[in-house]
């Protein structure tokens, strides 16, 4: 993305894309109106699938995917246009498994918010150069409406209020993360970081504990399938959810 964000900076262009090796993942940088450039989030490159999607195709049988750490904005797009959208876990598996599960419903697109997207029939997983082809068309869609993809994520937020992201991760031996989440779902706080907790889900398939809080911020957290840690998530709208995220990684201590 280095190189790539540093050719776009030097031809002027509108956006700046890459595959991973393999291929299954995009990544996308645009310029801002100061000159600088920055990469944008998954679930940003997702919303700006799901807005265009959804706005060009039609029916209230549509279905959109996404995962329970993924940001929570999907469902509002969905709602807004009255069609379906779910989560399930992390992994296109579960993806995939939620597209099959109901062949009565027109697919739309799927994402997780590690830069993975499924915008297309086939294959039903992953696909970063499907991805990259419907992110171009977007971004020459931009470019012919006269605005820019940062216009288009103000837009988005304009409707849906500017939904926020942050994730820590805090390093522990596998046993020791799963013993406290354990812990906090036997013992859940009644409030995080001064907000107080309004509903707590649990979803013990995932290993992953969701606490909504007051003012619309979400934090969650489950120990880390592959790594020696606890991976922490938070979203707010119209303010930062870094210190909520903190918040509960202090609660392990």
Request: hydrophobic share 45%; aromatic share 8%.
């Amino acid at each position: 993305m280095d190189r790539v964000i540093e050719l776009g900076r030097r031809i002027g262009a509108p956006v700046a894309i890459a595959n991973d090796p393999d291929a299954d993942r995009l990544g996308a940088a645009i310029p801002q109106p100061d000159g600088s450039w920055r990469r944008l989030g998954g679930d940003e490159i997702g919303w700006l699938f799901a807005d265009y999607l959804l706005g060009n195709t039609s029916g209230d049988d549509r279905l959109v995917v996404t995962t329970l750490v993924s940001s929570a904005l999907l469902s509002k797009m969905a709602a807004a246009h009255n069609v379906h959208s779910t989560e399930t876990f992390t992994g296109f598996k579960w993806i995939a498994r939620a597209v099959l599960d109901h062949p009565e419903w027109d697919f739309v697109m799927g994402y997780e918010q590690a830069l993975g997207y499924l915008v297309a029939d086939r294959p039903l997983d992953k696909d970063g150069i499907s991805a990259a082809v419907l992110f171009a068309e977007i971004a020459a869609v931009a470019h012919a409406e006269g605005r820019t993809l940062q216009g288009w994520l103000d837009d988005i937020a304009a409707r849906f209020g500017r939904h926020q992201l942050a994730d820590a991760s805090i390093r522990m031996t596998p046993a020791e993360a799963a013993e406290k989440v354990r812990a906090l779902r036997a013992d859940p706080p009644s409030e995080v970081g001064g907000r107080k907790v309004l509903s707590t889900e649990e979803y013990p398939e995932a290993d992953l504990l969701r606490f909504e809080l007051e003012g619309g911020v979400r934090v969650q957290i489950r120990p880390s399938g592959t790594e020696p840690k606890v991976k922490l998530y938070g979203e707010a709208v119209d303010e930062d959810p870094t210190p909520f995220v903190l918040a509960l990684g202090n609660l392990l201590s």
